[in-house]
């Protein structure tokens, strides 16, 4: 048994916070779109007032996220990667609020990546500290920037951030290819065919894409299907990346939403991998984790 406490996941678009009892359970909980970047002059302590003032001031809240980036409340160093549950308690950095509520922030991880040089997280190792119970290994959590996380003896060992999200966002409403878009109405057919599009040919993202123009000019696909089919070739050419030197038997849990994550699940399953979504609460119980071996819960 923990004790309760106020779970805050708060990321770059978007704020969710979370009351927890003792037993793990959520009691209650509120979400809003007032990611870091929504909140003006620093005003991240009457944000957080305003959305959960009438709960307990005694509890302890424990928020992980983009909160702890340079952007954020408290900019925190970046634990070094591989890590574990131990290693993530001990960066805890503790904050007492105008108010009177003790903030526990937990920081994010850096990786030194061999293709890149670094790689960095916020909030999504947290996730995976939630569900260590389920036995994986290999776990996706989709987003603006998706990451691919690897675990080994209870220790995040290795990640990879994708651009994913943000790409298609750029590709969808501020480049011509957006033009002939109807809708953002899912499309699976439309979708699987740009996912078939990337699996065949991942390195030819760039031309790849161009396709999402010109099947609308002549009439090949639907305005109505277009936005479907360049997720998929997003998607898709971030699939065959991430998967690149993974044993073919390998199984993999989507941490996200019930909507991006069942897109994630349904691609994966089309390219012949094994993809189930993990628990929607896997924050919570990461936090808890992580805070009770800090001795805060």
Not at 108 to 134: C, N, P
């Amino acid at each position: 048994m923990h004790k309760s406490f106020i779970a805050l996941d708060w990321g770059t678009t978007s704020f969710r916070a979370y009351l927890v009892g003792a037993n793990g359970a959520v009691k209650d909980q509120f979400a809003s779109p007032e990611g870091i970047l929504a909140v003006k002059d620093q005003g991240f302590e009457a944000v957080l007032e305003s959305h959960i003032g009438g709960w307990d001031k005694t509890l302890p809240v424990v928020a992980s996220g983009m909160i702890t980036s340079r952007q954020g409340w408290i900019e925190l160093a970046y634990a070094e990667c591989p890590a574990g549950l131990s290693d993530l308690a001990s960066h805890i950095k503790v904050h007492t609020t105008a108010s009177g509520r003790t903030i526990h922030f937990i920081t994010g991880m850096h990786y030194k990546s061999a293709s890149i040089g670094h790689d960095v997280m916020r909030g999504e190792e947290t996730q995976v500290f939630g569900s260590l119970e389920s036995g994986a290994h290999h776990f996706v959590a989709p987003g603006t920037h998706s990451k691919w996380i690897d675990v080994a003896h209870n220790k995040i060992i290795r990640f990879s951030s994708y651009m994913t999200g943000e790409v298609f966002a750029l590709l969808r409403n501020q480049s011509i290819l957006g033009r002939l878009m109807m809708s953002d109405t899912d499309d699976e057919g439309a979708f699987l065919k740009g996912v078939d599009k990337a699996l065949a040919d991942p390195s030819g993202f760039l031309h790849s894409i161009f396709s999402a123009r010109t099947l609308g000019l002549f009439d090949d696909m639907r305005g109505e299907q277009l936005a479907s089919y360049l997720s998929g070739i997003v998607i898709g050419t971030e699939i065959a990346h991430a998967t690149l030197n993974n044993d073919k038997a390998a199984k993999y849990m989507i941490l996200a939403s019930a909507g991006i994550g069942a897109r994630y699940v349904l691609a994966m399953t089309h390219a012949g991998l094994d993809a189930v979504m993990g628990d929607p609460l896997a924050v919570t119980k990461g936090e808890a984790a992580i805070a009770h071996e800090a001795g805060v819960i």
